[in-house]
């Protein structure tokens, strides 16, 4: 057969042989993204993680698939060794939607962002995809946008989150949300979760009460022409919740560090982050890892409802 063009992101689609079958069956199947083991959380918890995440998948009756690019491959459906050499290396990108582009044409090897693995989940043919907090609007100058926004607005895919990274601005980043139509879902929540704690005063957009609503929400909104995603927020677990008031304090704090410290661009998520840790003695990140492990099982739950609709 001619070809006319080439696709290069179909071409360097790898899927591992759990994940393509569980498609091609049309089982449910939950992408994962990696900038969180690659960036977002400190070695070896990211390693613990990643492998947590996917185990609750499983056991929840789904397929995980850890989203990644390798050496200029995009990898869906991660192996444990793979994942391993993601959590170590310290050469990893941070790939986003710009970042595919070079990281074909140069071969370079990094975790994908919340927008990067919507990319690939929807060219894979997965419809839903658990992460822990999307990007978001910044609070100070020059107010950076996260690529994650205009990603949801545009590819049709279900998106778990415990909200955004609280480090953001939560009420630009919704006003940001409503404006480019993405239907904010609160999961047994009337208010939009702010990431270590289960509160932060602004309301969803819709509330429900279980995963069968969910899928009915998301097969509607697709049903709109150019439709992108639904944003399914997930509140933090009751046990390892944080006091907003308490976080708020420690994000100021480490906020007033980025900037005595000139911290700029992509530096300044990772050194916020880890900045909060250390004044929460830790349990920022111990939060941190019990919304990761919850939202990959409400994900598992949905994309069996999905399967089942
Ligand atoms: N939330 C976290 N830790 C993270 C991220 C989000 O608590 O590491 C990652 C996600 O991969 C998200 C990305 O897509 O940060 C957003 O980065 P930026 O704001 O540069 O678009
Ligand atoms: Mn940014």
Redo the contacts with the bound molecule.
């Keep these: 057969m001619m070809r006319w063009s080439s696709d290069p992101l179909a071409e360097r689609l790898h899927l591992s042989r759990a994940v393509a079958d569980a498609i091609r069956d049309r089982q449910a199947v939950v992408a994962l ?1 990696s ?2 083991i690659t ?3 400190p070695h070896p918890e990211n390693l613990r993680i990643a492998i947590e995440m996917e185990a609750e998948i499983v056991a929840a009756g789904a397929t995980p698939a850890t989203i990644a690019v390798l050496d200029g491959n995009v990898i869906v459906g991660a192996s444990s060794e793979q994942i391993e050499r993601l959590s170590r290396a310290e050469e990893m990108h ?1 790939i ?1 939607r710009r970042d595919f582009a070079p990281a074909f044409a140069l071969g370079w090897s990094g ?5 990067a ?1 919507m990319i690939v989940a929807q060219a894979a043919g997965i419809r839903v995809f658990a ?6 609007v ?1 609070r100070q100058p020059p107010h ?1 946008i ?3 926004l205009p990603e949801l607005a545009r590819t049709p895919l279900v998106v778990v989150c415990a909200g955004a ?1 609280a480090i953001l601005d939560l009420d630009a980043t919704l006003e940001y949300l409503e404006t480019s139509g993405t239907p904010v879902i609160g999961y047994q929540t009337d208010e939009f979760p702010a ?1 270590f704690s289960r509160n932060s005063g602004l309301p969803v957009s819709v509330r429900v009460e279980t995963v069968e609503q969910i899928a009915k929400i998301a097969k509607a909104h697709w049903s709109l022409p150019s439709a992108g995603a639904v944003l399914v927020v997930n509140p933090p677990p009751q046990e390892s919740a944080l006091d907003h008031r308490l976080v708020e304090e420690a994000i100021e704090q480490a906020i007033q560090q980025a900037e005595a410290q000139g911290v700029r661009g ?1 530096g300044v ?2 050194f916020l ?1 880890s900045r909060v840790s250390a004044i929460t003695g830790g349990a920022s990140l111990r939060a ?1 890892l019990a919304l990761l492990k919850n939202n990959a099982r409400l994900g598992a739950q949905i994309a069996l409802a999905l399967a089942k609709s």
């Design positions: 993204e900038t969180v960036h977002g959380l941070k986003s975790g994908t962002t919340v927008a693995t992460t822990g907090g999307i990007g978001g910044h950076d996260s690529a994650d990274k990431f992509q998520t990772p982050l941190n």
